[in-house]
């Protein structure tokens, strides 16, 4: 179903940009039958509820970790651009630097 020529430009092409251009259109809950990268149904796979809810778990534990800073000279560009959700127009580089004193807060 994944490599059907009529659905996917050069199906056996790792190209993973192709998700880029409309990321809308891919949908991983299992409704949209062309794209079904984790099952679909009785099926489908049943670490979606975990992973999303790590994905949370992950970003607070990088944001209490580190110290957030821009590259010396960039400032702050909130500038966006339009399509179906707003993106920003410059992507944000961040520079992560400790901030907690002892390193083996970092490994547990």
Same mark, same amino acid.
């Given at each position: ?7 996917? $430009? ?32 009785? /099926? ?32 702050? $560009? ?19 630097? /400790? /901030? ?9």
């Amino acid at each position: 179903m994944h490599r059907d020529p009529q659905v996917w $430009d050069n199906p056996s092409e790792f190209k993973p940009e192709r998700f880029l251009i409309d990321p809308s259109r891919w949908d991983y809950s299992g409704n949209n039958f062309q794209y079904l990268p984790f099952g679909s149904g009785r /099926r489908i796979c049943p670490g979606i509820p975990l992973a999303e809810r790590m994905l949370v778990y992950v970003l607070a534990s990088l944001l209490h970790s580190f110290e957030w800073q821009l590259p010396k000279g960039n400032d702050l $560009d909130l500038s966006e651009k339009f399509g179906i959700v707003l993106k920003k127009k410059i992507p944000l580089i961040a520079i992560p630097a /400790r /901030r907690l004193s002892r390193l083996e807060l970092y490994t547990k």
